[in-house]
């Protein structure tokens, strides 16, 4: 995982060189961009065109009422970094395309959520993601680029 107590520093410029490094050598990588306020992963990696239909915020929206699964499989996008490697480079980016609500989306995406006899808080439905995309994408490494500091999702990664 690679980290920064604030933005700017260069993480995700690190994070798509190493990405790049992996692919070139064969392996299966999966970018996962959890720095949801200040995004930066996939305006680096992806061009608009090639992004996912939805994001990670659109996950933790629809998870909220019971829908996550139906867009999990429509979060990958393929880099074109990763065009002439042996490996291959994906992108869980923050956002999909052609969005145009991720500010109200991003209000509501760190709120704990009631399930039957109990409520799954935000960093258990983080753990539960990226397992998820673990399990869906069965790559050889998982990087993830998240702002470190105070808030809940510095904390659970």
């Known amino acids: 995982m690679f980290f920064g107590l604030e933005g700017g520093v260069g993480r995700s410029t690190a994070l ?50 019971g829908q996550g699964e139906a867009v999990l499989s429509r979060m990958i996008s393929v880099s074109p970094l990763s065009d002439h490697t042996r490996g291959e480079i994906r992108v869980a980016a923050a956002m999909g395309m052609g969005e145009n ?5 991003l209000s509501r995406v760190y709120a704990d959520v009631a399930r039957d006899s ?32 105070l808030h809940d999702l510095a904390a659970v990664s």
Do not use: C, N
């Not at 930066?40 to 909220?64: K, Q, T, Y």
């Not at 609500?101 to 989306?105: P, T």
């Not at 799954?120 to 990087?143: C, H, I, M, N």
């Open 16 to 65: 798509a060189m190493l990405a790049y490094d992996l692919a070139r050598s064969g392996k299966s990588v999966l970018l996962i961009d959890f720095d949801l306020e200040s995004p930066g992963l996939s305006g680096l990696l992806m061009p608009p065109d090639r992004l996912a239909d939805f994001g990670m915020v659109d996950w933790f929206i629809e998870d909220a009422v």
């Open 101 to 105: 609500f991720y500010l109200a989306k």
């Open 118 to 149: 109990h409520v799954e808080r935000f960093s258990q439905r983080v753990s539960r993601l990226v397992g998820a995309l673990e399990t869906q994408e069965k790559p050889d490494v998982v990087l993830i680029d998240s702002r470190a500091g």
